[in-house]
């Protein structure tokens, strides 16, 4: 149980580090596509609402 713990654990660090490079992609495009930072950052909140409401409806 503690080693199905533990991998557990590793697969959501990896899978924020996955989503946080794609967050990074993706704010790069944005800005070279002429986007307001204002914009930008009300994208990204906006993206992260979703998987984070979804989560806690499940809970």
């Known amino acids: 149980m503690v080693e ?3 991998l557990q654990g590793y697969l959501l660090i990896f899978m924020s580090g996955v989503f946080w ?3 990074g ?6 800005s ?3 986007v307001s930072s204002m914009m930008t950052a ?3 909140h906006f ?3 979703v ?3 979804i989560y806690l409806l499940a809970r």
């Open 4 to 6: 199905r713990r533990s």
């Open 21 to 23: 490079g794609v967050g």
């Open 25 to 30: 992609y993706f704010i790069t495009k944005m």
């Open 32 to 34: 070279n596509m002429g």
């Open 42 to 44: 009300f994208s990204g």
């Open 47 to 49: 993206f992260s609402l």
């Open 51 to 53: 998987p984070l409401a």
